[in-house]
């Protein structure tokens, strides 16, 4: 899958080189809106940066260890959905997004969401797929609740973005417990 309409003017892409002038813009438009969720906030410092990381992404990929895509609406670059990490030994994978703060509040991360769970389950040797949140990102959390995991611990002081340190709701789905 290099891009795929997903209809209503939702779009995935693969995530590529070519798209790292818009993802940095996207980001350095939204720093505030991100910084206080996501640690790679304040390095990303320029377009380099951001292509460097898509590069390896797609090493990533050809090793079976990562997929990342970039979610447009409307034409316009918004946020960014992958798989960050896949253990084919445990046959876990760990997905993550982030969203553009004008793109919040419409369903489009739960529907991307939804359409690499199933990419995932289609191509990965993956049994079960977590998504860590932090409990106060109420957004974060709602697209895993939406498409049926569940939340099965809280990991204290898990991650610390910036001066933040915040716990992590893990939410999880089993392969069997997927209707799609």
Partial sequence: MLREDLGEGLELA???PQHAEALFELIDQNREHLRR???????TQDVGYTRAFLADQLRGLAEGRALTLVLFHRGRAAGVL???RVDAVNRVASLGYWL?????GRGLMTRA???LID??????PVDRIEIHCAPDNRASCAVPERLGFTRE???RRALRAHEFTDDRVVWGLLREEWTG
């Avoid at 553009?100 to 919040?104: P, Q």
């Avoid at 990419?119 to 990965?124: I, M, P, R, W, Y």
């Fill in 82 to 84: 992958g798989l960050n």
């Fill in 119 to 124: 990419l995932t389950f289609e191509s990965f």
């Fill in 153 to 155: 611990a809280v990991l």
């Fill in 100 to 104: 553009a703060r004008e793109a919040t």
């Fill in 37 to 43: 969720w996501l640690p790679f906030v304040d390095a």
């Fill in 14 to 16: 693969l995530a590529v």
């Fill in 113 to 115: 969401v939804r359409r």
